[in-house]
């Protein structure tokens, strides 16, 4: 099984509808992060959380919510979502401090918001 | 602010024959730099990194990577490539005392038979 799972792997929704994307990991590490990934753009973070009390804004999160049920549990929510929120969700994971420990990526969302 | 170009989006190459993906990154003391791959359909996946140390580091898969400071520069490099390499590409740095790794655009390799 996956380290790092998401759900759902694909999603066609409307303009102005709340959406989630769930994001689960064995790994048993700490610190969770939500990316997007846009044609041309690479990835840009849009939270991050080092633990289940400690959650922060990324570089892009005006737009999107997030939740850290559990260690393992991390859920990204467009409360009312936009064509330009169509892009490529990813979720990783990472044990400890720093940049050093490496980043595990999950096989990712592709939503698309008419 | 840091910031990572890879100024290929799109690369051609034969089965067999040798790859270099290039990579600059802007960032005012030593970096972190990585390189990732993302096959299609899958997550990304670290190929390999560059701390401190030996400027040439190996990675999975037969990549290897070369810091050059004076150039800004950590190409990829693979000496003989395989079908199953058509992937993207994407270039990375990050400070230890951060959480925050700074992508690249990307680089797509497509690989002829």
């Known amino acids: 099984d996956a380290d790092v799972t998401q759900t759902p792997r694909n999603r066609i929704t409307k303009t102005g509808k709340r959406i989630m994307l769930e994001c689960s990991q064995t790994?048993?590490?700490?610190?969770m992060y939500w990316y997007r990934q846009d044609p041309g753009l690479g990835l840009r973070l849009i939270y991050y959380?080092?633990?289940?009390?400690?959650?922060n804004k990324g570089e892009i999160s005006d737009g999107y919510s997030v939740s850290r049920q559990a260690q393992a549990k991390f859920s990204l929510s467009l409360e009312s979502a936009i064509p330009n929120q169509t892009a490529l969700y990813f979720c990783?994971?990472?044990?400890?401090?720093?940049?050093?420990?490496?980043?595990?990526f999950g096989p990712g969302t592709r939503l698309t918001v008419l | 602010a840091q910031s990572v170009t890879q100024p290929d989006i799109h690369i051609t190459v034969s089965e067999g024959a040798s790859l270099e993906l290039r990579c600059n990154y802007s960032?005012?003391?030593?970096?972190?730099l990585f390189w990732y791959v993302q096959s299609p359909g899958q997550g990304l996946q670290l190929l390999l990194k560059?701390?401190?140390?030996?400027?040439l580091v190996q990675g999975i898969k037969g990549f290897e990577a070369e810091f050059k400071r004076s150039q800004s520069s950590f190409n990829l490099r693979k000496p003989s490539v395989h079908w199953s390499d058509a992937a993207e590409y994407f270039c990375?740095?990050?400070?230890?005392?951060?959480?925050?790794?700074?992508f690249g655009s990307g680089t797509r390799l497509l690989v002829r038979p």
């Open positions: 990783a994971t990472s044990r400890g401090q720093g940049v050093r420990n490496e980043q595990f």
């Open positions: 790994k048993g590490h700490d610190r």
């Open positions: 959380s080092f633990d289940v009390k400690d959650i």
């Open positions: 960032y005012g003391a030593t970096p972190y």
């Open positions: 560059y701390f401190s140390g030996d400027t």
């Open positions: 990375a740095v990050g400070e230890d005392s951060s959480y925050k790794l700074i």
